[in-house]
């Protein structure tokens, strides 16, 4: 049960709040039952979501933190069958809406303040060219950085179609911006897989990937954790990566400005970005 971190620990330091209601208990415990079932089918993605979802949308109480805490507990030890990704997701999608209507006042933001004394924006690796590139080579550009797999189905695709709405919607100003896409999988994730990935999205989009190791120190700078899940007796080509979302964005001189979290509207994106590019030089 070591998988199943404590979201009441969490939510039992924060202030406190009034006692919420039925039909919030109802909707906070639904959707740690769908997290429940996600983990339970290795569906990490999925769970992060819904996890993403309950810090964003329900009170930061004890109360809230063990009742999802409970109900993620009792559908992971006895899941029902695994549905496909695609409807499984709709679900959890459709409990976020059931939790946002349930506490409309709740929105906890997420932080975007600089932590530049632990992000460190270094890297060196293989472009979807084939040619070694490192963060040097985009001095005097912005960089929108951020971490996934091409395998991934749920967070990346939509992490990427969020990137290239960004350059669209910046317009002229987007060629001041480098949009990269840093895989976690590189056993899979060969150059050309990484380009035919990106320009499906953006053909300014970057892929870039490398070895294990260097992949793994780029990975360590940006403070991206992820890891291969995989099922007991699967084939070895055959896993996932749990991993780390959101983008970073990078300053012309190479200091890391700030994280936006994964699902962030496009608009404040483009407003958060377009006020960095507006007040570089």
Do not use: W
Not at 52 to 78: D, I, M, Y
Not at 122 to 131: A, E, I, P, Q, T
Not at 202 to 222: H, M
């Amino acid at each position: 049960m070591k998988r199943l971190i404590s979201l009441s620990l969490v939510f039992a330091t924060a202030a406190p709040v009034l006692a919420q209601d039925a039909a919030g208990t109802a909707a906070v415990e639904k959707l740690g039952r769908l997290n429940g079932q996600a983990l339970a089918c290795r569906q990490m993605d999925v769970s992060a979501k819904a996890k993403a979802a309950l810090v964003a949308h329900a009170p930061k109480s004890r109360q809230t933190g063990e009742a999802f805490e409970a109900a993620t507990n009792r559908t992971f030890l006895a899941p029902g069958v695994c549905e496909k990704r695609e409807r499984f997701a709709t679900e959890v999608d459709a409990a976020i809406i059931e939790l946002r209507l349930a506490f409309p006042s709740v929105r906890h933001e997420a932080s975007t303040a600089p932590e530049s004394a632990e992000i460190v924006t270094r890297y060196m690796l293989v472009d979807h060219n084939g040619r070694t590139v490192s963060d040097q080579d985009f001095r005097g550009r912005f960089q929108l950085v951020t971490f996934g797999y091409t395998y991934c189905p749920d967070v990346c695709p939509t992490t990427l179609s969020e990137m290239a709405a960004v350059m669209k919607e910046l317009g002229n100003a987007a060629g001041r911006l480098q949009p990269i896409f840093i895989t976690v999988d590189p056993q899979r994730d060969t150059p050309a897989v990484l380009k035919n990935y990106t320009t499906f999205f953006d053909s300014r989009i970057l892929g870039l990937t490398g070895s294990p190791e260097l992949v793994r120190r780029a990975a360590d700078n940006y403070k991206v954790r992820f890891e291969k899940v995989q099922e007991v007796n699967a084939p070895s080509d055959r896993y996932a990566m749990d991993h780390s979302a959101g983008m970073y964005l990078v300053g012309p001189d190479g200091r890391f400005l700030a994280k936006f979290a994964y699902a962030m509207p496009v608009q404040e994106l483009v407003r958060r970005i377009g006020d960095y590019l507006k007040a570089a030089p």
